[in-house]
């Protein structure tokens, strides 16, 4: 298991948007990605759960990987978190 913490940095935090492409990401892999903040944690792979961390920017999460590729996953995850969710603010 391989675990990250990282700082949203995009202006409306982790949104709809934001949030499925980051459950869309986390399906791609077999390994079973969680994002925590405080003491919430959500299934990467799940929007709704994602949604319900209300993870607004400024606020740092702890990416979770588990699983034969976590270190692929792990990686994927923080780089979309870190280029902001690919949008431009």
């Not at 791609?28 to 959500?42: D, H, L, N, P, S």
């Not at 949604?51 to 699983?67: C, F, H, R, Y």
Request: aromatic share 2%.
């Amino acid at each position: 298991m391989l675990s990250r913490t990282i700082t949203i940095q995009n202006k409306l935090g982790l949104h709809a948007r934001a949030a499925t492409k980051m459950a869309q990401l986390a399906l791609q892999f077999k390994a079973k990605v969680q994002v925590q903040q405080g003491e919430k944690t959500a299934s990467a792979d799940s929007v709704m759960a994602l949604l319900m961390l209300a993870s607004n920017q400024g606020k740092e999460v702890t990416i979770t990987a588990d699983g034969e590729d976590e270190e692929q996953a792990l990686n994927a995850i923080c780089e979309l978190v870190s280029n902001r969710f690919d949008e431009s603010e």
